[in-house]
Nanobody
Framework: QVQLVESGGGLVQPGGSLRLSCAAS????????MGWVRQGLGKGLEWVSALGAGGTTSYADSVKGRFTVSRDNAKNMLYLQMNDLKPEDTAVYYC????????????????WGQGTQVTVSS
């Protein structure tokens, strides 16, 4: 079965960096787009980034220039490098599997990881 396990979350000061990892299994990882979604306390889901199976990347305006999504198909791993973190980045971050090759939207994210907490605070 499909399984996505996030790790790497934690507490960091504003301006700091963190790298999230997502270990994927149960499907042909290299054939599907992947993404990251976050949810702050009491807030709705916010799409963060996507990475197509072909390597194309996209980012929400709120994180563009600060976050970088990447994947290692040989290891079935997805990453999110987060730099210059801000308090508003505080949220549970979810690794998601897209149902498509190129990448769609929140509605095309059929599998979600358990989430990892990122807290940005001084």
């Amino acid at each position: 079965q499909v399984q996505l396990v996030e790790s790497g979350g934690g507490l960091v000061q504003p301006g700091g960096s963190l790298r999230l990892s997502c270990a994927a299994s149960g499907f042909a990882f290299s054939s599907y787009a992947m993404g990251w979604v976050r949810q702050g306390l009491g807030k709705g889901l916010e799409w963060v980034s996507a990475l197509g199976a072909g390597g194309t990347t996209s980012y929400a305006d709120s994180v563009k220039g600060r976050f970088t999504v990447s994947r290692d198909n040989a290891k079935n791993m997805l990453y999110l490098q987060m730099n210059d973190l801000k308090p508003e980045d505080t949220a549970v971050y979810y690794c998601v599997k897209d149902s498509t090759y190129y990448g769609g939207s929140l509605t095309s994210y059929e599998y979600w990881g358990q989430g990892t907490q990122v807290t940005v605070s001084s």
